[in-house]
């Protein structure tokens, strides 16, 4: 049984990501393919679709390269909150990612968002992941 099912669906994007895979399949939850639209409304994936085949379902990213370099668009995907720790942040204290060039992932009252979309709604909450 997965204890972090946030960790292992982070872990299964860097392991496609070094692995130069063009898809990767990952199991499905609510809390996932939300994730999954705020990564691709960033540009940090080509295309997502979710399929319900059993009762739990799946998640099929298409992770988005350079055409000629090869370099991945996601250089960096690191959980921050675990189940151990819970990281918060408020409106006042929202973390900067690699100076405002990437994002962090959060999960507020108002749902999952990055961190610019929250300080614009003026909430905070839990953060979930860095991404850059």
């Known amino acids: 049984m997965n204890t972090d099912p ?3 669906y982070l872990t299964r994007v860097r392991n496609a990501i070094k692995a130069n895979h063009r898809v990767v399949e990952i199991p499905a939850s609510n809390l996932k393919k939300e994730m999954t639209k705020v990564l691709f409304d960033k540009g940090y994936i080509t295309n997502y679709k979710f399929e ?3 009762t739990q379902g799946t998640i099929k990213i298409a992770l988005k ?3 000629i370099t ?10 921050v909150s675990t189940p151990g720790l819970r990281r918060y942040a408020g409106v ?14 959060l999960s507020t009252s108002k749902g999952i968002m990055t961190d610019k979309e929250a300080k614009n709604l003026n909430i905070g909450g839990e953060v979930l992941c860095y991404v850059y």
């Open 6 to 8: 946030i960790a292992d």
């Open 52 to 54: 319900d085949t059993n």
């Open 65 to 67: 390269y350079n055409p």
């Open 70 to 79: 090869k370099i991945p668009a996601i250089r960096n995907i690191s959980r």
């Open 92 to 105: 006042d204290n929202m973390p900067r990612v690699l100076n405002g060039l990437g994002i962090a992932i």
